[in-house]
């Protein structure tokens, strides 16, 4: 079945380094979404990308989807306290459901 | 417009006893799923639920089942539970490809 994988596993930045975080799935994706989980809370959705090679920006986060829609990337710039947390990428299930299947997620730990 | 809501949101359990879990979703929302969160394992999904009937089924064993009903509320429940249920359990509701979580229900089995 579909797997998304997400590297790395855990991020240690000082606050104002850049971080990425990169999503491959083993087969082409419809779309691709991006959610936020901070410590101790639930799921946040950021962000969805559907078409190929798209990049969408919100304030400091950069998201793109491939030219095959098999990848995807998170960028932070100047990475801030209030950044920290997991962010999981997620692939619908394969069969055309809406039920996003996760990657293991990657933990951002800011240092001040 | 009132989040997702699930409870209770901490349970202590002994092996080999059931659990039951609640999710109340957003209003408007019929679809409702559901996701073990581990350490070790991230997210994993259990089963969506759309009207009344489940849509899709994750690897999970039969111990684990659900319900939804006429509301579009879900239920969960663990039977036999082992020491390797323990977990976060999410619920997401949806009205379209967004999922909204609720807080969680942590399952301790001791």
């Known amino acids: 079945g579909q797997q998304v994988m997400q590297i790395p596993q855990y991020q240690h930045v000082q606050e104002g380094e850049d971080f990425t975080t990169y999503c491959n799935s083993s087969t082409t994706l419809s779309n691709i979404q991006w959610y936020k989980q901070r410590p101790g809370g639930h799921p946040v959705f950021l962000i969805q990308l559907v078409k190929s090679g798209e990049v969408k920006?919100?304030?400091?986060?950069t998201f793109q989807f491939g030219e095959a829609k098999k990848n995807s990337s998170l960028h932070i710039t100047a990475t801030q306290t209030t950044d920290v947390g997991t962010y999981f990428c997620a692939g619908?299930?394969?069969?055309?459901?809406?039920?996003?299947?996760?990657?293991?997620?990657?933990?951002?730990?800011?240092h001040p | 417009k009132a989040g997702v809501t699930q409870t209770p949101r901490?349970?202590?359990k002994t092996r080999g006893q059931q659990v039951t879990l609640s999710c109340s979703p957003i209003s408007g929302h019929r679809s409702v799923s559901w996701y073990q969160q581990t350490p070790g394992q991230g997210l994993q999904f259990l089963f969506e639920y759309f009207s009344e009937t489940q849509r899709n089924k994750g690897?999970?064993?039969?111990?684990?089942?659900?319900?939804?009903?006429?509301?579009?509320?879900?239920?969960?429940?663990?039977s036999t539970l082992e020491l390797g249920d323990s977990a976060l359990y999410l619920c997401a509701s949806?009205?379209?490809?967004?999922?909204?979580?609720?807080?969680?229900?942590?399952?301790?089995?001791?």
């Open chain 1, 57 to 61: 920006k919100q304030k400091r986060l």
């Open chain 1, 92 to 110: 619908p299930k394969t069969g055309g459901s809406y039920i996003p299947t996760f990657g293991r997620g990657t933990s951002l730990i800011v």
């Open chain 2, 10 to 12: 901490y349970l202590i």
């Open chain 2, 59 to 78: 690897n999970f064993p039969g111990r684990f089942s659900g319900r939804q009903f006429s509301n579009s509320r879900s239920e969960m429940n663990v």
């Open chain 2, 94 to 110: 949806r009205g379209g490809p967004e999922a909204f979580f609720g807080q969680g229900t942590r399952l301790t089995v001791v």
